[in-house]
């Protein structure tokens, strides 16, 4: 996601600097004119909004908080945006530390599909200090179709849960309705185009259609792995609310992990029931 993330902020007006943990991804940005850092410190010290996307919390805290992280180098009234899926706790412990040294932080993790971020069409879900999102948000309308503040530090944190929540149960739901169909003799396309026009038609349904249908032939656009990490934070936000659902979401996610679908896109879980029920092909 942060490739098609920066190379929208690189077409716009915005000057970029970017930086990648793993060196050489950040490469293809070189010839659209952003300069590339030597790390998170080189990066915050010329900069005035840092934004950060990345696959953990222990990873966001490495990078912001880290001993060469931007907090080490970042100037007061800086706005650091970290745009990964963290949890409200983690969001709310690197604000305390962003404070400290007089950083405005703002967890805005995003909703949206690598080919949405490609289109600048994600939709940002911010929370933190108003002033910070409205300094930050010129620069997240050039990545995003909308840009929503939730309200205080985590606000933004929860309510990708939220979403994830429902995103996880629609795959899900998607996943064991194809399975009736295909035991039933209905072809999968068919089917599929069917779900797409009926009443639970969502983009969600539109853009997982490959996924679904074709997989292993298009691109992840998120792993299996990555959502379980998901629920399981969602499931530590919810606490002691009843969770059955997403509970049923994580343990199927968690299959199909062990069953060496965890690098592979989430609608895996589809194979995953298809092996198990020894659907004909």
Not at 6 to 23: D, K, M, Y
Not at 146 to 171: C, D, E, H, R, S
Not at 181 to 189: F, K, L, Q
Request: proline share 7%.
């Amino acid at each position: 996601m942060g490739l098609p993330m920066a190379s929208r902020i690189a077409a716009s007006e915005f000057p970029l600097i970017v930086w990648n943990r793993t060196p050489g991804r950040a490469a293809p940005l070189a010839s659209a004119g952003p300069v590339l850092a030597d790390s998170p410190r080189a990066l915050a010290a010329a900069c005035d909004i840092v934004i950060t996307m990345l696959s953990d919390a222990g990873a966001a805290q490495a990078v912001l908080c880290g001993p060469d992280g931007v907090l080490s180098a970042a100037r007061p009234g800086t706005v650091a945006v970290d745009m990964s899926t963290i949890g409200p706790d983690a969001a709310r412990e690197i604000a305390a530390r962003a404070a400290s040294h007089g950083v405005a932080f703002l967890d805005a993790p995003v909703s949206g599909s690598v080919a949405l971020a490609e289109q600048g069409a994600l939709t940002v879900m911010a929370g933190g200090p108003r002033e910070a999102f409205d300094r930050a948000r010129p620069v997240l309308a050039t990545l995003s179709k909308a840009q929503l503040y939730l309200g205080p530090q985590g606000a933004g944190a929860a309510m990708k849960l939220a979403v994830n929540i429902l995103i996880a149960a629609t795959n899900q739901a998607i996943a064991e309705a194809l399975a009736l169909a295909e035991r039933s003799g209905i072809n999968p396309a068919t089917a599929y185009d069917t779900f797409a026009s009926s009443a639970v038609a969502s983009p969600f349904i539109g853009y997982k259609r490959d996924a679904f249908l074709s997989p292993g032939t298009s691109p992840v656009s998120f792993t299996t792995a990555l959502m379980s990490k998901d629920l399981a934070l969602a499931l530590a936000a919810l606490g002691a609310a009843p969770h059955p659902l997403t509970s049923a979401a994580k343990d199927f996610l968690d299959a199909a992990c062990a069953a060496g679908y965890g690098d592979a896109d989430f609608a895996s879980v589809a194979q995953l029931i298809r092996s198990q029920a020894a659907i004909p092909s």
